[in-house]
Structures are given as structure tokens and as C-alpha cells.
């Protein structure tokens, strides 16, 4: 009752804000008839006299209100568009490194443009992270008119682009590209040997739009970039064929969510025994010399019998969790996995760690060589590498 009474007098969260920014709009809008009044030439001239002032001491906050009135003018000459009062509370939300969530059809595009322009000026290079390629081109060139115009520089990261050419897209002071391209990026330039072959610079600002689906959504699926490992084993086959015979919690506990599964202590029992009489187990004698166990019996656990182990349970997460046509389809007898997001086929990526060679297995089509982690990283830890984070929805 006191908290509902509470709200009731004060507003909730969100009211506070909305509250809170009103004054800082008015203050834009005030400046809307005199920086009307400006020429062209006039126009584009305060983006240098905006950087002469932070070479000076000015901070980004200082400048908030006539860079966003600057970037409201220029969006009426160049792209025909004025920013709303709702898009100006957009921009300031974007701005102070929080999320702002948008109705469809406010324009979270134009939106983008206020934070954009402001945090560009100190030129440390401003990320705008887009969930596809399609996006990241069309956003550069159609907001990219309106910053090129005020004198800024604009790319796009572009996939299976030479060195040279990133390198030139991220100096750029607003740089435009899909989520993926941001990390494998990342991954690559701490695989180089020297910080002078890095395309990346220092990580500044970013505002990822659909931040909900990159952070939230695609959080648990990793960027891995993989290299040729050793040769395939051929226990995957023969583990394979063992699989059908485990059943769902008695043999094991499944968990979709995790996407993982574990041996139930009875399963690890029944486990030993079809890989002992599949002759699969390898067991000590008394001197410590290993020989293949023909029967019942072996201890999964045993050091010498972790590679067995492994594929075990990599080739029971291939039969339990991942389905065909879902998680991945066969062409030209290769497994090609599925992206689960966005339903699109990701040609030439494999699973890792013995996983997509399970799967080869289990379709009976040839199992290629495994290959091994050399760099990896969630986009969770990604973005917490910014100096500022901001997102969209």
C-alpha cells in the first residue's frame, strides 16, 4: 500500500526520467530558431568549433544541447527528417550508457544519429553494432549522408574485407557493422603478433541495436574461432552405435536449457560395460601396463580412457540435443549448422570440441579432422570492453 501510494505521488522509475530529461529537451528546442538561422557553411563549421572546445577542456555533457540541436538541423536539410522530442529523450538515454527502449516506428535509426555525433567528436570512434549485414550497410549510407555532412567520417565493416580495408573502417570517427564481424575482429587482432597489425583500436563507445537479441538472446553461443587439431578419431563411429542403447534418465538427465547432459551413476555403469565388450576401455595390469579390456568391466574415469569419455558424452549430446533440420542440415554430405536465430546456414563454421565430428557420426557422413580453440569469447565480456555501452530495442 505505501509503495503503491509512493508511486502514485512520485511517478514510477520511469516517469522520474522521462521528468528528469523534459528540461534538457527544453533546452535543446530553444536553440532550434537560432541554429536555423545558420548557413550551411555555418553548420557544418560547428563540428570543428565542437572539437576545438573538448581540445580545450570541454566535456561531452557541455556540449549535449547545441550538438544535438546541430545534429536536429542537419537531419532537416539533408535527410528531410527532424528529430522529435521523444527521439531527442532517445538520444540522451543512448548517450548516458544506458538502453532505450523505443515503440515501433520512433525511429530508433535517426535516434542513434544524436549519440552518434556527440561522442564522435572527441575522436575516439563511436561502434554501432547491427544484428546483420544488410542493416549495417543501409544504416552507413543512409545516416552516414547526414554525418559525412557535418564533417565526420563514416564506414561499414564488411565481412571478408582485407586488413587495410578494416583498418581504414575503424579509424573512422562512426563505424557501422554486424555483432559477429565486431568480435571475430577482436579475436583476430589478439592472435597478431604485433599491435601494429591490428585493425581494431581502443574499444570507445558503442550502441548495439536489438540489444536485447545480441545480449540476451545470443549470449550463450560464443564466438570461437578455431584452427586444425589433431586427426579424428575413429572411436567416433563405434561410440556412435553404442548411443541408442543409453535411455533418457536412467541412463541420463538431459538439459535442454544448459544444453548439456549428464551420465546418471547408473548409466556410467552401463557406459563401462558396452565400451568394455566394444572393446573400447583400456584397463592397467598389475605392472601398469595398459591393455584393452574385450569384456565387461574398465573404469571410464581411468586417465587413459579420457579421450573415450569425451566422445561418450560429446556423441549422447549430438544424439539428445541436437536434430536435423534444427540445429543443422547435411549438403553435399557436410553437416552445416543452423543458425537457431536467425534460421540462416553457416557455411565453413564446425562445432568444437569433438562435437561436430558427434554429429558426423550420428548422420554417417565423413568425419573430418577436429579442430582446436584458438581464441573464443562471449559477447557479454565483448562489450564490457567499452569505455560506454549503450543499447536499443
Not at 530529461?21 to 553548420?43: C, F, G, M, R, W
Not at 583500436?201 to 545470443?218: F, K, P, T, W
Not at 586444425?228 to 575413429?234: M, N, Q, R, V
Not at 565480456?381 to 536499443?392: A, D, E, H, P, V
Amino acid at each position: 500500500m505505501i509503495g503503491w501510494a509512493l508511486k502514485k505521488v512520485m511517478g514510477s522509475r520511469h516517469e522520474r526520467e522521462l521528468k528528469r530529461l523534459q528540461p534538457k529537451v527544453d533546452a535543446i528546442n530553444a536553440l532550434e530558431s537560432k541554429i536555423a538561422k545558420l548557413s550551411d557553411d555555418q553548420l557544418r563549421a560547428k563540428t570543428a568549433e565542437f572539437r576545438e572546445k573538448i581540445d580545450r577542456g570541454a566535456s561531452l555533457d557541455d556540449l549535449l544541447y547545441p550538438a544535438f540541436a546541430t545534429v536536429r538541423e542537419a537531419g532537416k536539410r539533408v535527410l528531410g527528417m527532424r528529430h522529435y522530442d521523444v527521439q531527442l529523450i532517445g538520444g540522451m538515454v543512448l548517450h548516458e550508457g544506458k538502453i532505450a527502449e523505443m515503440r515501433t516506428g520512433e525511429g530508433k535509426t535517426l535516434v542513434a544519429t544524436l549519440p552518434c555525433y556527440l561522442n564522435a567528436l572527441e575522436g575516439k570512434g563511436v561502434h554501432v553494432v547491427t544484428v546483420n549485414d544488410y542493416l549495417a550497410r543501409r544504416d552507413a549510407e543512409w545516416m552516414g549522408q547526414l554525418h559525412r555532412w557535418l564533417g565526420l567520417s563514416v564506414d561499414v565493416i564488411v565481412p571478408q574485407s582485407g586488413n587495410a580495408a578494416k583498418k581504414r573502417a575503424y579509424a573512422a570517427d562512426i563505424t557501422y557493422g554486424q555483432n559477429n564481424e565486431f568480435g571475430f575482429d577482436y579475436l583476430r587482432d589478439n592472435m597478431k603478433f604485433s599491435i601494429f597489425d591490428y585493425v581494431q583500436r581502443e574499444l570507445n563507445y558503442a550502441i548495439v541495436d536489438e540489444v536485447d537479441s545480441i545480449l540476451i538472446d545470443e549470449a550463450r553461443t560464443p564466438l570461437i574461432i578455431s584452427g586444425p587439431g589433431k586427426t579424428a578419431s575413429d572411436k567416433y563411429q563405434r561410440i556412435t552405435e553404442l548411443i541408442p542403447k543409453l535411455r533418457r534418465d536412467e541412463h541420463y538427465e538431459l538439459d535442454e536449457k544448459g544444453r548439456s547432459v549428464a551420465l546418471t551413476e547408473g548409466g556410467m555403469e552401463y557406459a563401462e560395460k558396452l565400451l568394455g565388450r566394444a572393446g573400447l576401455l583400456e584397463v592397467r595390469d598389475t605392472k601398469g601396463a595398459p591393455y584393452r579390456e574385450e569384456t565387461a568391466g574398465g573404469n571410464l574415469y581411468d586417465p587413459a580412457n579420457i579421450e573415450s569419455l569425451h566422445i561418450l558424452q560429446q556423441c549422447l549430446r549430438a544424439h539428445a540435443l541436437y536434430q536435423r533440420d534444427t540445429h543443422y542440415m547435411i549438403t553435399d554430405g557436410e553437416v552445416v549448422i543452423i543458425d537457431e536465430f536467425t534460421g540462416r546456414t553457416l557455411k565453413g563454421r564446425r562445432w568444437s570440441d569433438g562435437l561436430h565430428q558427434a554429429v558426423e557420426a550420428k548422420e554417417r557422413v565423413a568425419i573430418k579432422d577436429e579442430n582446436i580453440t584458438l581464441a573464443t569469447i562471449s559477447f557479454q565480456n565483448l562489450f564490457r570492453l567499452y569505455g560506454k555501452l549503450s543499447g536499443m530495442t
